[in-house]
């Protein structure tokens, strides 16, 4: 999780340094006329977020219809080995999406600012308690629901990398909701 969080901090300091520098040269010129962020309506990729402390993600696919869009990531993992913390756990994440502004810097750098609102089901099954020696097969669906703000650096009209922050909860089972933070790697076509 550490390596995850460091990741988090590098791609969130890389894309403001990066946008901060290149915004002196900003221009809305008909050279840009058509902004890259509409350009390709389509992503693939993978994302990982923390939703509620307990991390989700794997392969994303993005779709937009100019000002609005959806995103899905699933993802899960499976390890037997009574050292990880759950046998099993995955996850599926729906995500509306809503355009609030987007800016074109460059030929090679654009942006854009969007809100998201999230629907999905996480499962999985732990494994012992720290206190208990006894290895549970307890299977524990739960439902996550959140919302936030998005941030997406596009360079060279098709590599995305988004950064989503918000609040995320999940429910029934170990209820909880705080702070998120989540990023990602996107091919646009």
């Known amino acids: 999780m550490k390596i995850f969080n460091i990741f988090i901090i ?29 350009a390709f309506k389509y992503a693939l990729g993978m994302f990982g977020t923390t939703a509620a402390g307990n991390g989700t993600g794997g392969l994303h696919f993005q779709r937009w219809f100019d ?37 074109t810097f460059s030929n090679w750098l654009s942006g854009r600012l969007y809100f998201w609102i999230s629907a999905g089901h996480r499962g999985f099954i732990p494994n012992a308690d720290a206190d208990d020696n006894e290895r549970r097969e307890e299977y524990i669906p739960n439902l996550l629901g959140g919302f936030g703000i998005g941030i997406e650096t596009i360079l060279f009209d098709h590599f995305s990398i988004p950064i989503q922050f918000g609040y995320t909860g999940e429910f029934p089972a170990y209820p909880s909701i705080g702070f998120s933070i ?3 790697l996107r091919y646009r076509y």
Do not use: K, N
């Open 10 to 38: 590098i791609s969130v300091l890389v894309c403001f340094s990066s946008a901060a520098m290149l915004s002196a040269q900003s221009s809305q010129s008909d050279e840009y006329s058509e902004a890259s962020y509409y």
């Open 182 to 184: 989540g990023s990602g």
């Open 67 to 103: 000002r609005f869009g959806f995103q899905v990531t699933t993802g899960g993992v499976y390890h037997p080995d009574e050292d990880y913390s759950s046998t099993l756990d995955y996850s599926f994440v729906l995500d509306g999406l809503w355009s609030v502004y987007g800016s």
